[in-house]
């Protein structure tokens, strides 16, 4: 039989209502609304909707191109790890809260570690946690004060000042726009709790203690004028450097990144809207500084 005879063969036995639901799967990542389901299968069971036209409505909307957006962040990440890139001057769309920056550098810059930890996790975007499982990592753990389930992901629920892990017990760990709402106000997540004024300095340092000594931290944090906006933290450059030097942290790697009108960019300034940072012990980043050095 013919072969494009045989597609639309095989499209048109799939029921109406098992087509729209792996059209909104595939192109929204998610199921269709109840209401919004009850329409779509109405019309298009009185042929006033076709499926192609079903199709070019849903890979026209905004929200398809949240999802391609997000889908290009995780193959770009993707892509650099396997070939051990590190991306760099990465951009992200207007609308984007930065996500679409953070998500490739951090991703790009896994290098096989078997014991990866991963904080934050259970309000994370889901192309990320994703992502993340697809890396392949032995032995995968997430924290946070909430519980999500995912598949290929061990939940820790702890708070990351004070973490039930022992010492020098992961490769990696990524710590994703999360650090600076320790210590805050959690209410909006569902988590009360007293204002900690040293509540980021001591995730920092359980983060360096269940570091292995040749283990790297991946950050990432809002920069600009030392603002408290209550849920969370915004500092300077020279704030978190600082902050990083007395929990025992070196700089190894950072970038900052603008986002203005035209969206988001790197700048080589000390200013911008987000920091990508990767951290390592101070000794240990000292030493491969010096060996760096003498390479040149």
Do not use: N
């Amino acid at each position: 039989m013919d072969e494009r005879l045989q597609a639309h063969l095989d499209v048109a036995a799939i029921p109406d209502d098992e087509f729209a639901a792996l059209a909104f799967k595939l192109a929204l990542r998610r199921e269709p609304e109840p209401e919004a389901r009850e329409r779509l299968l109405a019309k298009l069971g009185d042929r006033t909707l076709s499926r192609a036209s079903l199709l070019q409505e849903l890979v026209g909307s905004d929200e398809f191109e949240r999802v391609r957006t997000f889908d290009d962040a995780v193959a770009h990440g993707e892509w650099a790890w396997r070939r051990r890139e590190r991306p760099r001057e990465l951009r992200a769309p207007a609308w984007d809260d930065g996500r679409v920056i953070e998500i490739p550098w951090v991703i790009g810059r896994y290098r096989g570690e078997r014991r990866v930890l991963e904080t934050g996790y259970a309000y994370a975007e889901a192309p990320y946690v994703t992502a993340l499982v697809a890396l392949g990592a032995a032995d995968l753990v997430g924290v946070d004060l909430a519980e999500r389930e995912v598949p290929g992901l061990t939940s820790v629920v702890a708070d990351l000042r004070e973490l039930p892990l022992p010492d020098a017990s992961f490769e990696l760990a990524l710590c994703v726009s999360t650090l600076e709402h320790v210590g805050m106000d959690t209410s909006m997540y569902g988590h009360g709790g007293e204002r900690d004024e040293r509540g980021m300095e001591k995730a920092l340092r359980e983060l360096r203690r269940v570091l292995r000594p040749g283990g790297r931290l991946l950050i990432t944090l809002p920069l600009g004028e030392r603002r408290d906006l209550g849920w969370y933290v915004q500092l300077e450059l020279s704030d978190w450097h600082a902050l990083f030097h007395a929990c025992g942290f070196a700089v190894f790697e950072e970038e900052r990144h603008r986002l203005d009108e035209t969206g988001w960019y790197a700048v080589p300034l000390p200013a911008g809207d987000l920091l990508c940072a990767e951290l390592r012990p101070r000794r240990v980043a000292d030493r491969l500084r010096r060996r760096l050095a003498g390479r040149s």
